[in-house]
T-cell receptor
């Protein structure tokens, strides 16, 4: 089954404790992206990657890192989480530069205390 | 399920009527536009897209209209059904970035 998976689905952590949210797709997609979703703000793009070893900042990259060492995986790293990073996070992938259908993962609810 | 937007504009439609959801986009250089549907507790789901060299595109029960002059996008849903109840987002592609609108909640009256 074609899908985007994220782990964990729910995470409660404390300020400053490094964490990684994993994202994996099995569709051989080139383009992958991370978004955060906050009430009243829609989805905002954090980082995107057009292919292996190619990443770029979206609209809200501060406080986040990503890597793309393999085509299927695109982890989101919070080196020192802060409460303003409490949000719902979505990973998405598409075959090319967001041109065609983006498939979204199920979401990760992160709470930073 | 997850709450995706506590203070979204809401469109309430009678079941069986047509729905029209509007979106103003921000960048006149955007070349591609997408409508997504998000149900409670789920990620956004692609509905329909349109390129900037078109002004109308039809799918099954849905139509997207693009007016580049006023930077306006609309989604029309024909014969709205209870399963259409969700939050709808427009999105634009500018360079390689995807920018989402803030969303509209569609509520169906029986």
């Amino acid at each position: 089954e074609a899908q985007v998976t994220q782990n964990p689905r729910y995470l409660i952590t404390v300020t400053g404790k490094k964490l990684t949210v994993t994202c994996s797709q099995n569709m051989n997609h080139e383009y992958m992206s991370w978004y955060r979703q906050d009430p009243g703000l829609g989805l905002r793009q954090i980082y995107y990657s057009m292919n292996v070893e190619v990443t770029d900042k979206g609209d809200v990259p501060e406080g986040y890192k990503v890597s793309r060492k393999e085509k299927r995986n695109f982890p989101l790293i919070l080196e020192s989480p802060s409460p303003n990073q409490t949000s719902l996070y979505f990973c998405a992938s598409s075959f090319s530069q967001g041109i065609d259908t983006q498939y979204f993962g199920p979401g990760t609810r992160l709470t930073v205390l | 399920g997850e709450s995706v937007g506590l203070h979204l504009p809401t469109l309430s439609v009678q079941e069986g009527d047509n729905s029209i959801i509007n979106c103003a986009y921000s960048n006149s250089a955007s070349d591609y536009f997408i409508w997504y549907k998000q149900e409670s507790g789920k990620g956004p789901q692609f509905i329909i897209d349109i390129r900037s060299n078109m002004d109308k595109r039809q799918g099954q029960r849905v139509t997207v209209l693009l007016n580049k002059t006023v930077k306006h996008l609309s989604l029309q849903i024909a014969a709205t059904q209870p399963g259409d109840s969700a939050v709808y987002f427009c999105a634009e592609r500018s360079a390689s970035k995807i920018i989402f609108g803030s969303g509209t909640r569609l509520s169906i009256r029986p």
